[in-house]
């Protein structure tokens, strides 16, 4: 979800002057409102001081440089149907620059948390899991995902209660959500069977994933500036030889921090850039 923070407003210039281990790109420490990366415990392995993650700017993201840990949380500000253009602007060296910082329609903050499987009413249906994330603003519906060296899975969809009207979805096979390590230009895809119950109806469909790191450059958001690589996949959802959804996600991700913003489009976008996204979420304090 995001890194660790230290004393916010402090003057640097190298990532391991602040306590954070984050100097954003004014050239102050990054605050410390929001939970540690992967590795953030003292005792716990990582690339930085005492455990910390530490990035190190390679232009590529290992797992040991995304939060990815059941019990992380951080605050993130959601806008709904939103305007903001996806395509960014030119920053030279085929770079690109966003900014999503400055306040937008319809903005709410929101704690977004890792939740733990233990005790959880559907953690028999999905043994292997690491932890689950709500998908979307406005719903309740929870991921399941899995963690592995290689890559970042979606198992299935739950709903948080049981009962008769329970959503429990599952992949077969998993979705490949993140390929790891993170490079620009890496591709993967996926194409699952979907089947279970949603809202207690019995439902069976076929999604599809196609991922590609397409774009490299910096992402401003209230939290600060980050260096980032944006992940663009686009879904599509079919049954039979019907064409049920098709929907595009940008995901600008940076190391040690994770998603640090994500774009998603309306139903059946058909523009590879588009500036009327369905939700903008992006870190904020």
């Not at 903001?84 to 900014?99: K, L, Q």
């Amino acid at each position: 979800m995001s890194a660790c923070g230290g004393s916010g407003g402090t003057p640097c210039t190298r990532d391991d002057e602040c306590p954070s281990n984050f100097c954003k790109a004014d050239g102050t420490c990054g605050p410390a409102e929001v939970d540690a990366a992967v590795g953030g415990d003292a005792d716990a392995p990582g690339d930085g001081p005492s455990g910390l993650c530490t990035p190190n700017h390679d232009g590529s993201i290992t797992l040991a440089e995304l939060p990815l840990v059941a019990g992380k949380m951080a605050n993130f500000r959601v806008a709904q149907n939103a305007t903001f253009d996806t395509a960014g602007s030119a920053a030279g060296g085929g770079m690109r620059r966003w900014d999503l910082a400055a306040q937008l329609a319809n903005d709410t903050d929101t704690p977004l948390a890792l939740s733990s499987p233990a005790g959880q009413w559907w953690a028999p249906a999905f043994p292997g899991a690491s932890y689950a994330a709500v998908l979307s603003t406005g719903s309740d519906l929870l991921g399941v995902f899995k963690v592995e060296p290689a890559q970042v899975t979606l198992l299935g969809v739950v709903s948080p209660a049981a009962g008769a009207f329970r959503t429990e979805l599952a992949y077969d096979p998993p979705v490949k959500i993140l390929a790891l390590p993170i490079t620009p230009t890496a591709t993967w895809t996926s194409t699952s069977t979907v089947s279970g119950t949603a809202q207690g109806a019995i439902v069976a469909y076929t999604e599809k994933y196609a991922s590609l790191v397409d774009q490299v450059g910096t992402m401003k958001t209230p939290f600060g500036e980050f260096p980032v690589v944006r992940i663009a996949t686009d879904l599509t959802r079919t049954s039979g030889f019907t064409t049920l959804l098709t929907k595009r996600q940008f995901a600008w991700t940076a190391e040690c921090y994770g998603s640090v913003a994500t774009v998603s489009s309306q139903d059946f976008e058909t523009s590879a850039e588009f500036d009327d996204p369905a939700e903008v979420r992006r870190l904020a304090p």
